[in-house]
């Protein structure tokens, strides 16, 4: 069955450090990734997807993601978090192949970033 | 463009009853998808929508259905009401033809006491 795994729960960072939030997912074929967020009181919202090519993607807000195929890992990272960056992260994978609305979501990270 | 609008945003029922929840996707997505969040469990897929037909559908009991009208606005209901379905429910739109991208709505809260 497919799988999302969030390595931390909980991640408490001072601004301006570095962040990298760790997703495995457990799929045998072909993947779409998606991190979303969802800031206190809000939707959630599509930071980046990875579809095909270029391992390395970038998102919005300054955040990006690299898709290690041979780890079946999709972590997030950003150079130096702000304030504004506190929010609930979640990793999620869909059958590349699926033409469907169904994601798997990993569990989520709570990100709490100290002013 | 307006975004996915879910109705009510906020309920409180108790054990037994019955709750419809509504949603309204993007103008032109034509898929409409239900999740339900909780701290727990975190985000379940429930079923999925597209042109008044169910494509998919997670593992919830019997309890939980769902319809899609002509206009693609979308309804879910829970019938017989637990204290564990007490949760936030997500609605999400996509494009036709899309890549998978989801657009979510701000949610239902639902209370059950």
């Known amino acids: ?115 | 463009k307006a975004g996915v609008t879910q109705t009510p945003r906020y309920l409180i029922k108790t054990r037994g009853q019955q709750v419809t929840l509504s949603c309204s996707p993007i103008s032109g997505h034509r898929s409409v998808s239900w999740y339900q969040q909780t701290p727990g469990q975190g985000l379940q897929f429930l079923f999925e929508y597209f042109s008044e037909t169910q494509r998919n559908k997670g593992n919830f009991p019997g309890r939980f259905s769902g319809r899609q009208f002509s206009n693609s606005r979308s309804e879910m209901n829970v019938s017989t009401l637990e204290l564990g379905d007490s949760a936030l429910y997500l609605c999400a739109s996509r494009r036709p033809g899309g890549t998978g991208e989801l657009f979510f709505g701000e949610g239902s809260r639902l209370t059950v006491l």
């Open chain 1, 1 to 115: 069955a497919q799988s999302v795994s969030q390595h931390n729960h909980h991640v408490i960072l001072s601004e301006a450090a570095s962040l990298e939030l760790g997703c495995n997912y457990s799929y045998g074929g072909t993947v779409n990734l998606f991190w979303y967020v969802q800031y206190p009181g809000q939707h959630l919202q599509l930071l980046l997807k990875y579809f095909s090519g270029d391992p390395l993607v970038k998102g919005i807000k300054g955040f990006e993601a690299e898709f290690i195929k041979s780890k079946f890992s999709f972590n997030l990272r950003k150079p130096s978090v702000q304030w504004s960056d506190t929010a609930e992260y979640f990793c999620a994978v869909k059958g590349g192949s699926s033409n469907t609305g169904k994601l798997i979501f990993g569990q989520g990270t709570t990100l709490q970033v100290k002013p």
